[in-house]
């Protein structure tokens, strides 16, 4: 047996060790939870019976006590010892600040409730299995936090929208230009404005509306002044990516397009996002949207003409161009 070998059943041999001498129920539990947690979550359900019947009865609960954020960090050695002494459920929960309705929340997903702000209103809608509590969860994570009408209508109706994460998060940011409009004193295009007691059918074929008219508008001039460019223009990968730095340009993008990027006019104008045209030769071939948040710029958005997925190699090249921009 060579060197590589012998050290690669060393490996595993170590594995199966840590493996036997593992507690065995904590080390079943700990796996339903996801790997970010994992290990936390298996020294916490080891220190004793009642620390794994926590766990094992509110996956939240026991995610912020032995695995906490600097939000709960200073509480959760006091709330260990609670749990020890055998003190109830919902003291342990009210000591923690975490709501009882959290409870339902399934292992695999229980990490998410630290990213996603849940109203108090609409915790009633969680649903009960893991793969729609994810899709329920990052929803309502996309949403727009000064709109609870749309939050709602999310909470409501988000599982008859699809059950694959990705085409439902792009079917919302697109439904949430339309509602985002209708809000506005002088909205553009809207026939019929969003109501959160609307059927997913309705609201399909609403936004379509919106979408075609806004995508045709002969809005050649706007009030809006369109700020100076967040990064230059750039090529990567054969791509040319050219800001649009006036309001006319986003028009003629989303006529081009087929989209609604005149649309974000101002909010380019108020700094909340810039649009990216992406190029090849005389070809649009994607509009991106960047945005900013945490001190980092990221695109929020890259489509295609009517909002297609744009090809993988446009995507790459993207975000090729903003990594190269920022270690410039």
Not at 38 to 49: F, L, P, T
Not at 108 to 120: E, K, L, T, Y
Not at 129 to 153: G, K
Not at 259 to 267: K, N
């Amino acid at each position: 047996m060579g060197p590589t070998q012998t050290a690669t059943h060393q490996s595993q041999r170590h594995v199966e060790l840590i493996s036997e001498a593992a507690e065995p129920t904590a080390l079943k539990l700990a796996r339903r939870f996801h790997p970010v947690v994992r290990e936390n979550i298996y020294r916490g359900a080891a220190i004793s019976q009642r620390a794994l019947q926590l766990i094992d009865a509110f996956p939240v609960l026991g995610i912020v006590i032995y695995c906490p954020l600097d939000c709960w960090w200073d509480r959760a050695p006091d709330a260990v010892k609670m749990v020890e002494r055998g003190a109830r459920l919902n003291q342990v929960a009210s000591f923690m600040d975490i709501p009882m309705w959290a409870r339902k929340l399934k292992p695999a997903i229980a990490h998410w409730f630290c990213n996603v702000h849940v109203p108090d209103d609409l915790h009633c809608y969680v649903p009960e299995t893991t793969w729609e509590q994810r899709l329920w969860l990052r929803a309502l994570q996309s949403r727009r936090s000064d709109n609870p009408d749309f939050a709602y209508w999310i909470a409501r109706n988000v599982l008859k929208i699809g059950n694959r994460i990705t085409p439902v998060l792009d079917f919302l940011r697109n439904m949430n230009d339309w509602v985002t409009e209708a809000k506005r004193t002088k909205p553009r295009c809207i026939t019929r404005p969003f109501s959160p007691h609307m059927s997913v059918n309705t609201v399909r074929t609403e936004n379509e509306i919106w979408h075609k008219a806004i995508a045709n508008c002969k809005a050649a001039k706007s009030k809006y002044k369109i700020p100076a460019p967040w990064y230059p223009a750039g090529q990567v990968n054969g791509y040319q990516i050219v800001p649009l730095d006036s309001a006319e340009k986003l028009w003629k993008e989303g006529r081009a397009m087929h989209h609604c990027a005149g649309s974000y006019d101002y909010r380019v104008a108020a700094g909340n996002c810039y649009i990216y045209s992406v190029r090849q030769g005389d070809k649009r071939m994607a509009t991106v949207e960047l945005v900013r948040g945490q001190g980092k710029v990221k695109p929020l958005q890259i489509r295609a003409a009517c909002n297609a997925e744009p090809p993988k190699d446009v995507k790459i090249a993207v975000r090729k161009w903003i990594s190269e921009l920022k270690a410039a």
